[in-house]
């Protein structure tokens, strides 16, 4: 029997790609652990384990505040965060820390779509009061 070698390296790419899309941060669930509602900061523990081990916790992660409209009066709400709070939470395309400001920046690493760079959007409908 004689290897393919276009075969091999069809299986080493694909494997590549797989690890890659793998360990790419787009969204994830995680349960709050503290919350500091002067700053909008959480700190949040993935539920879903990557390894055998828990997911180390994931610190200083701002959560979103809205700002809406109502019968021509503006109005703020910043999130009422509970420690155990189901959250889903997203990872920016690029480094966060230095956008906090609300200024254009550069980044200080080459980070992308990482946990270090996740920001809350919500709270899951299981942690809502029904």
């Not at 959250?87 to 820390?97: I, M, Q, R, S, W």
């Amino acid at each position: 029997m004689k290897n393919d070698p276009a075969g091999a390296i069809g299986t080493l790419i694909t494997g590549a790609f797989d690890m890659m899309a793998r360990s790419l941060c787009v969204s994830f669930v995680c349960r709050v652990l503290a919350y500091d509602s002067s700053s909008g900061m959480a700190t949040i523990q993935p539920l879903v384990r990557a390894t055998e081990n828990d997911s180390a916790p994931i610190q200083n992660v701002p959560a979103l505040g809205h700002r809406f409209t109502l019968e021509g009066v503006e109005h703020e709400y910043r999130p009422a965060l509970r420690a155990g709070d189901a959250v889903l939470v997203v990872c920016t395309d690029h480094e966060l820390k230095n956008t906090l400001t609300g200024q254009i920046t550069g980044t200080s690493s080459q980070r992308s779509h990482d946990h270090n760079d996740a920001v809350i959007v919500g709270v899951l409908p299981c942690s809502l009061q029904s």
